[in-house]
T-cell receptor, first 118, second 111 residues
């Protein structure tokens, strides 16, 4: 149980285009989803916290107009990287916490999406 | 900044127990200790968590000191597939509480 999927797993795009990454909780309802970014040889950096039906809360230094987050349902959150540039190339990972559980803050992570901007 | 301190790397022989330490001297009374691991190029995987009692599941055991200022994750019989970066995290149990990842411990399992 507690499976989180991401799509696509890899994407290559040209500079200036927008890319959408989907994060789905497959077998549970997720009240909260998180988006992280990870550069090579570094740890995960939290970008934003997303609650279903409300606006995402972005971490300091993360541009909300560049990284658009939509959490329209209890099983789906999307991250859109708008006008992507080579410096946005990274490994993007989402996670989700269960709506009804004693697990509390346990986050279940997706497999990640590797974005390469040419 | 992360609220935990871990050694940057450790080696363990295959088949032996891997004991990964973590210091969390500023942990609050309502914070839990969580362990995750990240195998190369994958998303992190939840391992175990605890408040003050020792915990065990099918993956690992978690030993928390009585003063809760440190803990040890034990992988009882390490295999090559346990090679990963292990993150020790302290956090409350609200569903929207965020996790701050530190650098973790890179565990190498030696054949």
């Amino acid at each position: 149980g507690a499976v989180v999927s991401q799509h696509p797993s890899r994407v290559i795009c040209k500079s200036g285009t927008s890319v959408k990454i989907e994060c789905r909780s497959l077998d549970f309802q997720a009240t909260t989803m998180f988006w992280y970014r990870q550069f090579p040889k570094q740890s995960l950096m939290l970008m934003a916290t997303s609650n279903e039906g409300s606006k995402a809360t972005y971490e300091q230094g993360v541009e909300k107009d560049k990284f658009l987050i939509n959490h329209a349902s209890l099983t789906l959150s999307t991250l859109t990287v708008t006008s992507a540039h080579p410096e946005d190339s990274s490994f993007y990972i989402c996670s989700a916490t269960m709506l009804l559980t004693l697990a509390g803050a346990t986050q279940y992570f997706g497999p990640g999406t590797r974005l390469t901007v040419l | 900044d992360a609220k935990t301190t871990q050694p940057p790397s450790m080696d363990c022989a295959e088949g032996r127990a891997a004991n990964l330490p973590c210091n969390h001297s500023t942990i609050s009374g309502n914070e839990y200790v969580y362990w995750y691991r990240q195998i190369h190029s994958q998303g992190p995987q939840y391992i175990i968590h605890g408040l003050k009692n020792n915990e065990t599941n099918e993956m690992a055991s978690l030993i928390i000191t009585e003063d809760r200022k440190s803990s040890t994750l034990i992988l009882p019989h390490a295999t090559l597939r346990d090679t990963a970066v292990y993150y020790c995290i302290v956090t409350r149990t609200r569903r929207d509480d965020k996790i701050i990842f530190g650098k973790g411990t890179r565990l190498h399992i030696l054949p």
